[in-house]
């Protein structure tokens, strides 16, 4: 069975400073990963995906997120936090082949504090 | 394009009762799934149908079911309402089933409250 570990569930950090946000995973077989984003009474937002290739993936917003297979870690970082950025991101994970539903992490609320 | 829809944003039901909830998808994208998210238990799986068909279904029980008609609309259903079904359903929408374009792009989301 896969599953996903977010291991901070607060992550506070000053405006202009960089931030990273912890995921690493377990899955049979090769994973696809992505990272959501969700505001208040409002659904997830995908910001980007590890699929293949490059191990740093560039997605929305300035995010970005590094794979690295051998410690099963998706941590997603942003050189400079905004204010705006405050939010609460999921990680996410599904095996290449098989079951196709996403498992989430528990989550990790982001404050960014100006 | 229009993002995925969901409606209604708010329901009340008590319990006993069921509940019909709606998704419609992206243009073009034929798999919708369905999540469902609470404080204790987070996001979970409920279901997920490509081209009318239901491809995975997660542990819920039997009353949660769903379908998706022709025009890859699909709707949820939820009989016999208990306290504990009170959440955010999230329903979400990609381009394909399986394969690299599988990013799921999500609804606002249906809150239900059971009292």
């Known amino acids: 069975a896969q599953s996903v570990a977010q291991p901070e569930d607060q992550v506070n950090v000053a405006e202009g400073n960089p931030l990273t946000v912890k995921c690493t995973y377990s899955?049979?077989?090769?994973?696809?990963l992505f990272w959501y984003v969700q505001y208040p009474n409002r659904g997830l937002q995908f910001l980007l995906k590890?699929?293949?290739?490059?191990?740093l993936v560039k997605g929305s917003y300035g995010f970005e997120a590094e794979f690295n297979k051998s410690q099963t870690s998706f941590h997603l970082k942003k050189p400079s936090a905004l204010v705006s950025d405050s939010a609460l991101y999921f990680c996410?994970?599904?095996?290449?082949?098989?079951?196709?539903?996403?498992?989430f992490g528990s989550g990790t609320r982001l404050q960014v504090q100006p | 394009k229009a993002g995925v829809t969901q409606t209604p944003r708010y329901l009340i039901k008590t319990r006993g009762q069921q509940v019909t909830l709606s998704c419609s998808p992206i243009?073009?994208?034929?798999?919708v799934s369905w999540y469902q998210q609470t404080p204790g238990q987070g996001l979970q799986f409920l279901f997920e149908?490509?081209?009318?068909?239901?491809?995975n279904k997660g542990n819920f029980p039997g009353r949660f079911s769903g379908r998706q008609f022709s025009n890859s609309r699909s709707e949820m259903n939820v009989s016999t309402l208990e306290l504990g079904d009170s959440a955010l359903y999230l329903c979400?929408?990609?381009?394909?089933?399986?394969?690299?374009?599988?990013?799921?792009?999500f609804g606002q989301g249906t809150r239900l409250t059971v009292v």
């Open positions: 590890y699929i293949t290739g490059d191990n």
């Open positions: 996410a994970v599904r095996p290449t082949a098989g079951r196709r539903a996403l498992t």
């Open positions: 149908y490509f081209s009318e068909t239901q491809r």
């Open positions: 899955v049979s077989g090769n994973p696809y």
């Open positions: 243009s073009g994208h034929r798999s």
């Open positions: 979400a929408s990609s381009l394909e089933s399986g394969g690299r374009n599988t990013e799921a792009f």
